[in-house]
């Protein structure tokens, strides 16, 4: 049975894989995301506020000494001519590309407009087949209004495509007043995918501490339906690949994402619950599902429940809410 699918114009032979976590921080984890049937590996996230730290922190110390001796001076290099932002996260990209075989996909998580877009040249010489850029934010000005942020989010967009030869991905969340335009617009853009959808982190109150926490929750079925819906709304209007990841865990959640036009099924909950060995599981699941139900191949399962491709659209879209009030 030919899984094949093509992802950021990367051509796996199947769409499983980890997405953006902390299981890539560790060599002996990749191996054995590898081992276990990972199509590619996503690496976790570089932040802007990393890089950052660290322009200013070279910038200081060049600064610091700019009134001293002339010699003196001499052992600092002009900050333009610097390499800028965390080294380690370069020889993390440099140490995985070297450790397997499959595509690495870097992932860099930044929401303003700066020189730490540079950066993703750095990590394209490190040897990252591809990138995937996380916009998390979180509006809090009211003054901030919707478009400004996808002005925002799409020149971002255009800096690190240009600042790139690979294929970018963009890993967004579903609060987007008017998520098809921005699809379209990121498209336009340069961008090769789009990653349905990042989690949000909960916070909590500790009420007997008065202390605001972060919440740690693995994901469940419960948020695949979002995902499904956009992606089957997305997917027959926007020409560009898409990956899904949050609320797959079995073979039936994978197939779902497929037919609404996932390109890849990204995972890390059902992984860490189940280990990288699911992954292979899954890849044999398919097949068999695939096999039962007469499809030749991935290819004429992908995309078949899109809204441009199912008799009832609106099934994705308003008359399905009605229909769910009137039969409550």
Request: proline share 5%; with cysteine; aromatic share 6%.
């Amino acid at each position: 049975m030919d899984l094949s699918t093509t992802y950021l114009d990367l051509r796996l032979p199947h769409p499983f894989m980890p997405g953006a976590s902390p299981m890539a921080e560790d060599l002996d984890t990749v191996r054995r995301l590898e081992d276990g049937g990972a199509a590619a590996i996503v690496l976790n996230s570089l932040f802007e506020e990393e890089i950052t730290q660290e322009q200013m922190t070279t910038f200081l110390s060049t600064e610091s000494h700019a009134e001293g001796h002339a010699e003196a001076v001499s052992y600092f290099a002009e900050p333009a001519g610097l390499t800028l932002g965390p080294d380690p996260y370069l020889e993390q990209v440099r140490r995985t590309k070297a450790a397997v075989a499959v595509p690495v996909i870097a992932s860099l998580n930044g929401v303003t407009v700066g020189g730490w877009t540079d950066y993703a040249g750095l990590i394209e010489q490190a040897g990252a087949d591809a990138l995937e850029r996380n916009v998390y934010h979180l509006p809090l000005d009211p003054d901030e209004a919707a478009a400004a942020i996808e002005d925002r989010t799409v020149q971002i967009a255009q800096a690190v495509t240009r600042a790139v030869r690979i294929p970018v991905a963009v890993k967004l969340s579903p609060f987007y007043t008017a998520l098809p335009h921005l699809a379209r617009r990121l498209d336009q853009a340069g961008v090769r995918g789009l990653v349905l959808f990042q989690r949000v982190m909960a916070a909590e109150i500790d009420v007997d501490e008065l202390e605001v926490r972060p919440s740690h929750q693995l994901s469940d079925g419960c948020e695949l339906p979002q995902r499904l819906r956009w992606l089957a709304i997305l997917a027959a209007q926007i020409r560009t690949s898409f990956a899904v990841t949050g609320g797959i865990h079995n073979i039936v959640d994978a197939v779902r994402a497929i037919m609404t036009g996932a390109d890849a099924v990204q995972m890390v909950s059902a992984l860490l619950r189940r280990g990288p060995q699911h992954l292979n599981a899954l890849r044999q699941e398919l097949a068999r599902w695939l096999e039962e139900h007469e499809y030749q191949s991935l290819e004429q399962l992908h995309g078949s429940m899109t809204i441009e491709r199912i008799p009832d659209p609106a099934a994705f879209a308003r008359a399905n809410y009605m229909r769910m009030l009137r039969n409550a």
